[in-house]
């Protein structure tokens, strides 16, 4: 078992890396003999519930599972059944599930009675390697990616790898784009890590990903103590591949897995720096060779994308965290060298996605 800990300014708090009936003791340290709400969706709960029914209350607060979860209603739904529970000011809720189940919950938790704590519990890839851990919540809101959100730092988060067992390859994949993206982002050896590792991550060797999720862990704390509320731009590196990303789960609906509609956007951002001239082409040709080999898209074929690039563009220029000085990027001069790209011409990416869609 390893404990990492996240501190900065409004937030200080441990991710337990292990056994989650193991790490029950840190919970209890918290509820003071209260059994917690708990918020999951049917099939997760069904899953790992019973290893965390001694310290929750009976009846869970279960919502959609995937990104259907983040909505409007189902924000009031939670809320709603927290004020029937009489859940007290200060309560932890507990959220158990993916990343989905992690934002709406923890933007619940960020607004009953102006804030009561959360400890996040994933059971996802994506979530224990990501997104579980920073302190964002959001719902999805007028067509637009994680359009309403807070910043609320959990109290504590328990990443067991062992639940991942539960995972299809499918969303083992879709996790997996956050994991590499450590190493694209500025951590070269941890992509060569990736590159001879992640068959066995993704085959199930408990070992490989305990590391890979305590790798990326503390790499994001280390972001978020940086820049906790995303306002500085050491943070934004973060979000490589996001731009695009959001905006192809935007217009594909809910076909599209986040990691996936992430894959593409990391691979658009590094064919898009090599166009410029920013990256070596061959930086580019190695990363699709990986995304490739682990079943990740790098073409808009391969996600069914039937879209105008037009509509493409227009998305990524409605991206929350465009500014006044017009559409920022991610880019990439290399492998571990991304950089944030402010007021990119429109017209260079109108035509860059011309010849790509």
């Known amino acids: 078992m390893t404990s990492i800990r996240v501190a ?8 337990v890396v292990g056994d989650l009936v193991a790490t029950l003791p840190w919970i209890e340290a918290i509820r003071r003999g209260q059994l917690l709400p708990l918020v999951s969706d049917a099939r997760v ?4 519930g019973g290893l965390l029914a001694a310290v929750t209350l009976p009846e869970p607060i279960l919502v959609a599972q995937g990104e259907v979860a983040k909505d409007w209603g189902t924000l009031s739904a939670i809320v709603d059944r927290l004020a029937a529970s009489g859940i007290k000011r200060g309560t932890p809720i507990v959220a158990l599930g993916g990343g989905s189940v992690g934002d709406v919950a923890a933007l619940a938790a960020s607004l009953f009675k102006r804030g009561c704590p959360i400890i996040h519990v994933p059971t996802t890839l994506l979530a224990q390697a990501d997104s579980a851990v920073g302190g964002k919540t959001a719902i999805d809101a007028a067509g637009q990616k994680n359009l309403v959100g807070t910043f609320h730092h959990p ?42 590792s992640a068959g066995d991550l993704l ?6 990903r305990q590391s ?20 500085g731009g050491t943070r934004a590196l973060l979000n490589f591949g996001h731009t695009f990303g959001h905006a192809l789960e935007a217009l594909a609906g809910h076909r599209l897995l986040h990691g996936e509609a992430v894959a593409l956007g990391m691979m658009l951002a590094f064919d898009f720096s090599a166009e410029l001239g920013i990256c070596q082409p061959a930086d580019a ?21 039937r879209h105008e690039p037009a509509d493409l563009l227009q998305a990524m220029l409605a991206d929350k965290k465009a500014g006044a000085e017009g559409l920022t990027l991610i ?9 944030v790209a402010k007021g990119v011409d429109a ?9 790509r869609t």
């Open 45 to 48: 709960f069904g899953l790992h």
């Open 8 to 15: 900065h300014a409004g937030a200080d708090y441990e991710v």
């Open 155 to 196: 109290l504590l988060v328990i990443a067991d790898p062992a639940l991942l067992a539960t995972l299809d390859d499918r969303n083992l994949r879709s996790g997996y784009a956050e994991v590499v993206k450590y190493g694209l982002i500025d951590d070269p050896a941890f992509f060569d890590w990736c590159e001879t």
């Open 203 to 208: 085959e199930g060797d408990q070992t490989v």
């Open 285 to 305: 040709l190695r990363v699709r060779a990986h995304l490739q080999s682990v079943g990740l898209p790098t073409q808009f074929e391969e996600v069914g994308f």
């Open 212 to 231: 890979a999720v305590e790798h990326c862990i503390r790499a994001k704390a280390r972001f978020v103590a940086a820049d906790p509320d995303d306002t």
């Open 347 to 355: 017209r260079q990416l109108s035509s860059f996605l011309e010849r």
């Open 331 to 339: 880019l990439a001069a290399g492998i571990g060298k991304a950089f």
